[in-house]
């Protein structure tokens, strides 16, 4: 039996008491498949300060990292069953459960990180979003971010020609295995646990990944050279039970919607403190961070036209807009 099902089959993951006072108190678990060091983490433990704060200590939250109570795709299904009422995790573990979410695969979209910021925050996405959620028996209440994910390799990559070929570790998700095609490397999906070993033993030549997972588990020692393609925002969705959310109070509805605002705002302050610390670190170590000049970056996109196609006939054409209408106008 899983530790989770240990957990749900003793009642220890919700619990209800009363106060001195007679008023019902509440805890309730968060499941993260992520490390404490992490901003998944940072955020889901200011969601749960903020929630005791606005409640007075109504409502508590337990933080449970590190798959403790499962991977990505059995936090998900336990929080679609409402056997766990939180969860925090990128969105690229969401797209076979919620269409809409492949949108997030959309390469090379932003220039920026508050250009991406804005759009996610935008209430008209936000609502599109939430109700492609609900359809899928989730509650999202918002958005922060790990900034974007960049490339490593041995090689130095400052044209065009110089993605051909090389053997890359991404994401095992089609959309982003159809885009590193279209730039002519060789994506290789692979276990994370064996990328640092795989570089290592130049089983494969680079890898992609935010800045703060490059660091934390020292990638970097193993590549020459950081290249910035930006290519996806790495987001974190904080998602609830729609099944539990529907059955809290309106008083409740609000102080969870309040507190996941003020926990977004912070989780995107630490990260980006984070990130210009994470790059500090990788350019003490010798190894090159390369920023690719507008060319290469229209060259990227242009290779990127299939991948587009593809996502546009799943996500719905108002989601599609909403996150590309105004950013790609401009391009």
């Not at 008491?17 to 309730?28: I, L, N, P, T, V």
């Amino acid at each position: 039996m899983t530790l989770l099902a240990v957990i749900i089959a003793t009642g220890a993951l919700t619990s209800c008491a009363k106060s001195e006072d007679g008023e019902q108190r509440y805890a309730y678990p968060l499941g993260t498949a992520s490390p404490e060091d992490t901003v998944t983490q940072i955020y889901a433990e200011k969601f749960a300060e903020e929630v005791d704060r606005l409640s007075d200590g109504r409502i508590k939250i337990m933080v449970y990292p590190n798959s403790v109570l499962g991977g990505d795709r059995e936090l998900l299904e336990s929080c679609y069953d409402g056997d766990i009422p939180f969860v925090v995790q990128n969105t690229a573990s969401q797209v076979n459960f919620i269409d809409d979410t492949a949108v997030f695969d959309l390469p090379c979209v932003f220039d920026n990180l508050q250009a991406m910021r804005n759009t996610v925050d935008q209430p008209e996405f936000l609502e599109l979003m939430q109700t492609s959620y609900r359809e899928g028996g989730f509650e999202l209440l918002g958005y922060a971010d790990q900034g974007f994910r960049v490339m490593s390799s041995n090689k130095s990559v400052t044209e065009f020609s110089d993605f051909k070929g090389q053997k890359i570790r991404t994401m095992e998700d089609p959309y982003q295995l159809r885009f590193w095609k279209q730039l002519q490397a060789n994506p290789t999906p692979m276990n994370f646990s064996e990328v640092y070993i795989g570089l290592q033993q130049n089983t494969i030549d680079a890898q992609e990944n935010p800045y703060e997972v490059i660091v934390s588990n020292r990638l970097y020692e193993q590549q020459d050279y950081i290249i910035e393609t930006n290519h996806v925002p790495h987001l974190i969705s904080l998602i609830v039970s729609e099944k539990f959310y529907q059955e809290l109070p309106k008083e409740d509805q609000e102080i969870l919607i309040e507190a996941q605002e003020i926990a977004k705002v912070y989780a995107r302050e630490q990260s980006d403190a984070r990130i210009s610390e994470k790059i500090q670190v990788i350019k003490d170590s010798g190894t090159e961070i390369i920023t690719p000049d507008k060319a290469l970056y229209r060259q990227m996109i242009e290779a990127s036209e299939p991948v587009y196609e593809e996502i546009e006939k799943v996500v719905s054409p108002e989601v599609f807009e909403a996150y590309t209408g105004n950013v790609m106008s401009e391009k």
